[in-house]
């Protein structure tokens, strides 16, 4: 029997500075619903997820933003099915004042037909939202090397 053989990611934690603020970003931004939160003198936790599925937890128990050159979370990638749908996405941040990283959806790679939009939350955790396709062959904004991963 092979060790873990269905293996998949089952939600992500994320550490926030202000419960509030951020269950309002990923709610406006994700559609994600608020699936229970909890208190516990000054712990506070959410659970946001979409139809009963737990993806992301947040909890209060930070200070300052994040900090991209310390080992750790580098960002976290939603995908979607077409660039209609990150460009729709990236028209409610705008909204919201969120920080991006380049302008527009941008290929993964030179000439490379997946891409994305690389933005972050309100406490600067560095976010993607990407299609497999769709992304039109274009020069990307790193060279040589995946944009994902140097934003």
Known sequence: MSKAKNLRTGHIGLNVTDLDRSIAFYREVFDFEVLGEGKDGD???AFLGRDSRLVVTLWQ??????????????????????????????????????????????????T?????????????????????????PAHAPTSGAPTCGFF
């Not at 560095?126 to 039109?136: N, Q, V």
């Open 43 to 45: 712990r506070r936790w």
């Open 61 to 110: 128990q930070s200070e300052g933003s994040f900090a991209p050159a310390l080992p750790g979370l580098h960002h976290l990638s939603f995908q979607v099915d077409t660039v209609e749908e990150i460009r729709a996405t990236e028209e409610v941040l705008r909204s919201l004042g969120a920080g991006f990283a380049y302008d527009g959806v941008v290929p993964h790679g030179e």
């Open 112 to 136: 490379g037909t997946s891409g994305g939009i690389f933005f972050t939350d309100p406490d600067g955790i560095r976010l993607e939202i990407y299609a497999a396709t769709g992304a039109d």
